[in-house]
């Protein structure tokens, strides 16, 4: 059967990749793409889109209603850094959002529903290097403790409703077609930017500071993978460590260099660095693997090529006014 799908949150980093890759697989009418305020890419507007707030839980509901809704990738929410700017709006639109996202999912009698949560779930107890699934998950930002509460009420909601929620920990996403919001890993974006346009980079992180990655096309697929599972495969419904590559600044510059050997990063950290610090450097995902047959494609290299190669025509023809 398929799907007919609502993705909040269309116009986010995550968003701007995976309506499009929803679109070629599932066909471009089935899938209704939610803004908020952000435009959207063109991309975005050739297919359904409608303007939505996800704390409005009676809009959710029309939406859901209007257009035969039967799955929702509800990706709608406040990142890290902005959620310590802002931990009322962080709570705000990250758990009532995704509540009322849930609700809807259970009148509506949703088929499924995928929420994403991150590697911010886990706090300065979890072990920094291959975080295991069960870590100790105490965050210290606001934005990981929505995404603790916001896995236990998936799973939650799965134990008493028998709702179909999937729910992955996505690594910092690098992206060459929309730029990140708001997060601690947007560095890991603005670098490639900046080495293109530039040739320099300030990076608000410290150069030995690794996190773990990933490129967009390995979460577009993750994604994709882990929602087409068949039932039995999935054996958690709160969220499922992923991992892909993990890599500090001072890497990824070495790997830029290694086709711009003038790019040259400073570092000033600011109060992101607080935030890493309390992340791990790398995440266990044999689970993913094991369950549902994960597995990424890119490595630094192969995801620092790419970047390259589209960003750089894009940025030259965008600076020329073409
Ligand atoms: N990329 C996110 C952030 O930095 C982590 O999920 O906030």
Avoid at 57 to 72: E, F, M
Avoid at 101 to 113: F, G, I, S, T
Avoid at 278 to 286: E, G, L, N, Q, R
Wanted: proline share 7%; glycine share 8%.
């Amino acid at each position: 059967m398929t799907p007919k799908i609502l993705v909040t949150g269309s116009a986010g980093q995550i968003g701007a990749e995976l309506v499009p890759a929803l679109r070629a697989r599932y066909g471009r009418d089935q899938i209704v793409a939610a803004i908020h305020k952000a435009a959207g890419s063109p991309l975005l507007r050739e297919g359904p889109v409608e303007t939505l707030n996800v704390s409005d839980s009676s809009a959710v509901s029309r939406v859901v209603r209007q257009y035969g809704i039967d799955t929702v990738y509800h990706l709608a929410a406040v990142l890290s850094a902005t959620g310590e700017k802002s931990p009322d709006l962080a709570w705000e639109v990250n758990m009532q959002g995704l509540k009322n996202v849930l609700d809807v999912a259970r009148q509506a009698k949703l088929r499924r529903v995928f929420w994403p949560s991150s590697i911010a779930v886990f706090g300065p107890d979890a072990p920094r290097k291959n975080a295991p699934q069960n870590a100790p998950l105490n965050p210290t930002t606001m934005y990981g403790v929505s995404k603790v509460a916001g896995e236990l009420l998936c799973n939650y909601y799965f134990l008493k409703y028998g709702m179909d929620v999937r729910c992955i920990r996505y690594p910092g996403l690098i992206s060459s077609e929309a730029l990140p919001g708001g997060g601690t890993t947007d560095y890991a974006v603005e670098i490639f930017y900046s080495a293109i346009q530039k040739g320099s980079y300030s990076c608000f992180l410290e150069k030995n500071s690794t996190l773990p990655m990933m490129y967009m096309p390995d979460a577009v697929e993750a994604t994709l993978k882990l929602m087409e599972a068949e039932p039995s495969k999935v054996k958690r419904h709160s969220g499922y460590n992923l991992a892909a590559i993990s890599f500090s600044p001072e890497e990824v510059a070495a790997e830029i260099r290694k086709q711009m050997p003038a790019f040259k990063v400073t570092y000033s950290p600011d109060q992101r660095q607080k935030i890493a610090d309390s992340w791990p450097m790398s995440i266990d995902d044999s689970e993913a693997r094991r369950d549902w047959g994960w597995a990424h494609r890119f490595d630094l290299s192969k995801m620092t090529g790419d970047m390259l190669a589209r960003l750089g025509p894009r940025l030259a023809s965008a600076q020329k006014g073409v």
